[in-house]
């Protein structure tokens, strides 16, 4: 069975620091990978997501992830951190090609903190 | 636009009594549904999922079950709760195909006392 590995729990920064959360997942198909975000009190949206083609994703909001293949790795960067970036956020696989259920595996999730 | 509703929102009840959980997904039809279990530190579990009406798939033993008795309605479900089935549960949806986003409802809270 695939599973989703983030390796941070918790992440506090400053505004403006530079943000990445690692991400890494155990399949060895052809996966879809999407990065969720869950700000205080709402609820999950997606963030962004890679089906195919370039490997560098650009979501909202000023985010990015790159997916590196033979590192089985889907890390989501940001430049520069604005406190409203403080929330959860899940790293999620799926398998391309999966007819039923089209399901997500979904990493543990890392909580950031961004300090005005 | 599709929209996704669940309800209701938090939810306290005493062990051993039952439990229904109930979410609608509107401006789509014959989608995936999905009910999923947030716990901290865990990331989110998938419960159940649903190609169609009737048809659930469980992937985890549990106190809990899941129904579909139509095509833009999915219920979570328990005869008797204990106290481990306290959580945060978020019903979900996506479009037929394969590898397509899934969205997610607000959440219940279930705390069970």
């Known amino acids: 069975a695939q599973s989703v590995s983030q390796h941070n729990h918790h992440v506090i920064l400053s505004e403006a620091a530079s943000l990445e959360l690692g991400c890494n997942y155990s399949?060895?198909?052809?996966?879809?990978l999407f990065w969720y975000v869950q700000y205080p009190g709402q609820h999950l949206q997606l963030l962004l997501k890679?089906?195919?083609?370039?490997?560098l994703v650009k979501g909202i909001k000023g985010f990015e992830a790159e997916f590196i293949k033979s590192k089985f790795s889907f890390n989501l960067r940001k430049p520069s951190v604005q406190w409203s970036d403080t929330a959860e956020y899940f790293c999620?696989?799926?398998?391309?090609?999966?007819?039923?259920?089209?399901?997500?595996?979904f990493g543990g999730g890392t909580r950031v903190l961004v300090k005005p | 636009s599709q929209t996704i509703h669940q309800w209701p929102a938090t939810l306290v009840q005493p062990v051993g009594s039952p439990l229904s959980l109930e979410c609608t997904v509107e401006?789509?039809?014959?989608?995936?549904l999905y009910w999923y279990r947030q716990a901290a530190g865990r990331g989110l579990q998938l419960l159940f999922y649903?190609?169609?009406?009737?048809?659930i798939s469980s992937e985890v033993p549990q106190n809990l079950s899941a129904s579909r008795p139509q095509d833009r309605q999915f219920i979570l479900s328990s005869k008797k709760l204990l106290l481990s089935d306290s959580g945060f549960y978020l019903c979900?949806?996506?479009?037929?195909?394969?590898?397509?986003?899934?969205?997610f409802g607000e959440g219940s809270w279930l705390t069970v006392v």
């Open positions: 649903s190609v169609g009406i009737g048809q």
């Open positions: 999620a696989v799926n398998e391309w090609g999966k007819a039923a259920g089209n399901k997500l595996t």
């Open positions: 979900a949806w996506s479009p037929r195909a394969s590898g397509n986003t899934i969205y």
């Open positions: 399949y060895g198909g052809t996966v879809n």
């Open positions: 890679y089906f195919s083609g370039d490997p």
């Open positions: 401006g789509t039809s014959n989608p995936n």
